[in-house]
């Protein structure tokens, strides 16, 4: 069993913050077809949620064509929750995308209620932050604050004061991901999502050490009180993905 938060965010029939860790799977697609392709490959699988980055889609120059794949992927996907992430290039976007276009991007998706949770980085500024955290909440959709690092992993004290802002500044769900230079810097990482679930943070977490040394993140996480791991289905999103169908038979050990 996982450590529970003490607030659980409810997306459809799954439950954010609850007694087992959810599994997300991402969905990165070039183009409409290659979209719905993927979405109709990867629920066969089961996942609990899965992520569409829609900043690999394109290029991302209309914002009516996006809507529209949006809606076919709904439809698609059927009762599975929908996180919807236009990462930041500044932090593993894969393309650049004005700030400007963005937050519209971002925003008239919220406006559609069809993605349940929408992913936005804490390293936006506050205006951006703010207008997006107001217009998903008029339309019933959550929030998850992010932060990645792909270079290291910052001090126990600095994650659990990223995770600190991230509630304070209005997230559903906080979100960090690091890179460790070796197994110590996952334990940083795991002594930080300890700390912050047994503390002040008490919205739902997704902490996660990216690549190979990271892996024990993915599986053990939920011990410590992350919340959401991401799986492979067909593309990773992320370096040290495992393919989900291995995620499951090892977590199972650990959540019963």
Known sequence: MSL??????????????????????????TDKVDLIRQAEALIRLNPDLLEWRIDGYGPVTDIDTCIDSLKALRKTMGPIPLILTC???????????????????????????????????????????????????????KVILSSHNFKETPKEDELLDILVRAQDSGADIAKIAVTPRNYGDVLVLMGATLRARQGKVEIPLVTIAMGEQGV????????????ITFAIGQTASAPGQIPIEKMRQ???VLYR
């Open 87 to 141: 990462r930041i290039d500044l932090e593993g976007g894969l393309q650049r995308i004005p700030r400007q276009f963005r937050l519209e991007l971002i925003s008239a998706c919220a406006e559609t209620g069809l993605p349940d949770i929408i992913d936005i980085e804490l390293c936006n500024d506050d205006d951006f932050i703010r207008s997006i955290i107001d217009v998903a909440g008029r339309y019933g959709v």
């Open 216 to 227: 024990v993140s993915r599986i053990a996480g939920g011990v410590f009180g992350s919340d």
């Open 4 to 29: 529970q938060s003490k607030k659980q965010v409810q997306v459809k029939n799954r439950v954010i913050g609850g007694e087992t860790p959810l599994i997300c799977l991402p969905v990165v697609a």
């Open 250 to 252: 090892a977590m199972s």
